[in-house]
T-cell receptor, first 110, second 114 residues
C-alpha cells in the first residue's frame, strides 16, 4: 500500500527566509504532483514531476524528484506573505489515482 | 472559461437522509474523481470514473454511490449508511487516467450534519 508522508506539517516562516518541505513515499512511482490550497478553497496544481532528477521552478517555488530515494522536495526561496497556504504532494499509484500527503500548512509572517 | 462546477457550496444532512452533490465539467475530460477531505488531512479517493457508464471504488467508497451517465457529469450521493459524512468534498477531472496532466479540481462542497 502506497503511503505518502509530508514534513513538516506546519511551518511558520519569516518573510525573506528559505525553507524546504519534504515528501516521502513508500512504493515505486514515476509521477508526483504538488498542489496548493488556500483556506476553504480548491486545489491549484503547481508542479508535475515525471522522472528521476526532475526539477521545476515557478517564481519562488522549486520542486524536485528523486525516485530512487522516493523523495520530493518543495523549496521556498525568500518567502513572501502571498505564499501562505497549505501545500500537498500527491503520488500516482497507477492510472492517475493519487495518494495525497497530509499537507503542510505554511504561514509567512512579515 | 472551462472548469469544474460543484454545487451546492454548503449542504446540511439530516439523520437517515441521502444527499447528492453535483459535479459538472466542461473541460471535455474523460476521467472524473471524488475526494473527501477532513480537517488537517490530505484528500482520500472515494470513487473514480474513466469513461461514461463506468466507475470504480476508491479507498473509502462505503456509504457513497455515484453515477456517470454523461461525460460532463459525475454526481456523488452520500447515503444514510455513511455515519460520519461531515467533510469537504472535492470533485476533480483529468484528460484520462493514463495521462501525465494534473487533475483539475472544483471549488468543493462542505457537508455538515444537522
Amino acid at each position: 500500500e502506497l503511503k505518502v508522508e509530508q514534513n513538516p506539517l506546519f511551518l511558520s516562516m519569516q518573510e525573506g527566509k528559505n525553507y524546504t518541505i519534504y515528501c516521502n513515499y513508500s512504493t515505486t512511482s514515476d509521477r508526483l504532483y504538488w498542489y496548493r490550497q488556500d483556506p476553504g478553497k480548491s486545489l491549484e496544481s503547481l508542479f508535475v514531476l515525471l522522472s528521476n532528477g526532475a526539477v521545476k521552478q515557478e517564481g519562488r517555488l522549486m520542486a524536485s524528484l528523486d525516485t530512487k530515494a522516493r523523495l520530493s522536495t518543495l523549496h521556498i526561496t525568500a518567502a513572501v506573505h502571498d505564499l501562505s497556504a497549505t501545500y500537498f504532494c500527491a503520488v500516482d499509484r497507477y492510472g492517475n489515482k493519487l495518494v495525497f500527503g497530509a499537507g503542510t500548512i505554511l504561514r509567512v509572517k512579515s | 472559461d472551462g472548469g469544474i462546477t460543484q454545487s451546492p457550496k454548503y449542504l446540511f444532512r439530516k439523520e437517515g437522509q441521502n444527499v447528492t452533490l453535483s459535479c459538472e465539467q466542461n473541460l471535455n475530460h474523460d476521467a472524473m474523481y471524488w475526494y473527501r477531505q477532513d480537517p488537517g488531512q490530505g484528500l482520500r479517493l472515494i470513487y473514480y470514473s474513466q469513461i461514461v457508464n463506468d466507475f470504480q471504488k476508491g479507498d473509502i467508497a462505503e456509504g457513497y454511490s455515484v453515477s456517470r451517465e454523461k461525460k460532463e457529469s459525475f454526481p456523488l450521493t452520500v447515503t444514510s449508511a455513511q455515519k460520519n459524512p461531515t467533510a469537504f468534498y472535492l470533485c476533480a477531472s483529468s484528460i484520462w487516467t493514463g495521462d501525465n496532466q494534473p487533475q483539475h479540481f472544483g471549488d468543493g462542497t462542505r457537508l455538515s450534519i444537522l
